[in-house]
């Protein structure tokens, strides 16, 4: 396996699919790549975070 580069579908910036990540994916059963680019991603959770309110259990830092 090797990394991997993918483009952000939100801003189009490319970033970096690590192997770390993708044997991550695969034993979590995801099937899907990652679809966002760090950033976007974490701009999207904290707009969750932000609107959603809180539900508990798994929140990491
Ligand atoms: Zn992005």
């Not at 044997?23 to 990652?34: R, T, V």
Request: charged share 35%.
């Amino acid at each position: 396996m090797a990394d991997k580069v993918l483009k952000c579908k939100d801003c189009g910036a490319e970033f970096v699919f690590t192997e770390n990540e993708q044997a991550f994916y695969k034993e979590k059963g995801f099937e899907n790549e990652p679809q966002r680019c760090a950033a976007c991603r974490k701009a999207k959770k904290a707009l969750r975070n932000g609107g959603g309110g809180s539900y508990g259990g798994n929140r990491q830092r």
